[in-house]
């Protein structure tokens, strides 16, 4: 275990205010602490000198829940692939390394404070049927609906997303379309899915672009900045879902 300084800049911003970014000098970090956890020491400091926490989002700190997020040097979670900001660890910086922490930039997320956004649009697009509603009955015998591994390897590919938005603040755009395409794909690809993947395509899609989330531009940084690694490919699959739900709904 070895320890480093770092110099932090981070964006503090009241509910409703003008925001800043606000430099602070922290020692002592330990390489072995994850970056909530220097954030954490951050916070206890600025409390002993009767300064005002940085507010940032955290749950289960496994790197599971989609809850954690922020932008650290241009790169929301940082820089590592397919890692989320709880999972990041200080040993990926060196000492006097500078840090230039803000929130995820998008019209759709509202900053709240600090680096907490409001990520509440995804949750009204999940509304519109990122889930199953028919009756399926009891669950049947395991081989009675075969599922090709490829196909199952696809949906639970899709099933991975977290929902933690990393895809929309890295996006130019500030698009949703990896976070909606792994949805619906992980729905329409296994039997369960299939009754109401047209009207899913449609109304998800639908309350995408009502709260505010650009368009795809085919720019891939989306896919660079998953946490969980979600393909590109799962866009591909909700335009075609799209299209057929466009073209065969009734």
């Not at 320890?3 to 009241?14: E, H, P, V």
């Not at 759709?108 to 399926?136: C, E, H, M, P, W």
């Not at 995408?208 to 690694?229: L, T, V, Y």
Request: one cysteine or more; glycine letters at 10%.
């Amino acid at each position: 275990m070895s320890r480093i300084s770092l110099n932090l800049k981070i964006w503090r911003q009241d509910r409703g205010g003008k925001g800043c970014l606000k430099g602070y000098r922290i020692d002592s970090v330990s390489t072995d602490m994850s970056f909530l956890e220097m954030l954490d020491m951050l916070n206890e400091d600025l409390t002993l000198r009767g300064e005002e926490p940085v507010a940032f989002d955290h749950d289960c700190r496994e790197g599971i829940c989609g809850m954690c997020g922020a932008v650290v040097n241009g790169h929301p979670h940082g820089k590592e692939k397919g890692t989320t900001l709880c999972q990041l660890h200080m040993r990926h910086f060196a000492d006097g390394d500078t840090l230039v922490i803000e929130p995820f930039r998008a019209r759709a997320f509202k900053v709240v404070k600090d680096l907490v956004v409001d990520r509440s649009a995804f949750d009204r697009i999940i509304s519109q049927g990122g889930y199953v509603s028919v009756n399926t009955g009891s669950a049947p015998e395991a081989n009675s609906i075969p599922v090709a591994k490829e196909i199952a390897d696809q949906a639970l590919d899709g099933a991975e997303c977290i929902g933690c938005g990393a895809c929309v603040a890295a996006c130019p755009n500030a698009s949703a379309m990896l976070f909606v395409g792994a949805k619906v794909s992980q729905l329409a690809l296994l039997p369960q899915g299939h009754p109401e993947r047209k009207r899913r395509a449609l109304e998800m899609v639908g309350e995408m672009d009502r709260q505010g989330f650009g368009n795809c531009g085919n720019e891939r940084e989306c896919e660079a900045a998953c946490p969980k690694s979600i393909s590109i490919r799962n866009i591909a699959r909700l335009n075609r879902e799209l299209l057929k739900a466009m073209i065969f709904s009734e």
